[in-house]
């Protein structure tokens, strides 16, 4: 049997992340998020762009979660 809260965590491990602001074309303040995924035969970089307001929920919510973890600044990594 399959431990529940280790199959919550797999998937894809993305190895960087970058962020940028700025407006989009139709003048609203926007957040894109590039994910390099790195573990494959060539790196692959996907892309979100997010809404002002969405990322600063997710940013939020990350802050909550490495708070909960224990975690500062990300430098815990394994």
């Known amino acids: 049997m399959t431990n ?13 992340a970058n962020v940028d602001i700025g407006t989009n074309r139709r003048g609203e303040r926007v957040v894109r998020i590039d994910l390099t995924y790195d573990r494959g035969t060539r790196d692959q ?16 919510f990350l802050d909550g979660a490495f708070d909960a973890a224990g975690l500062e600044d990300g430098n815990d990594r394994e």
């Open 4 to 16: 529940s809260t280790t199959s919550r965590f797999e998937g894809a491990v993305y190895g960087e």
């Open 45 to 60: 970089v996907y892309t979100f762009m997010l809404s002002l307001p969405a990322a600063i929920a997710l940013r939020n």
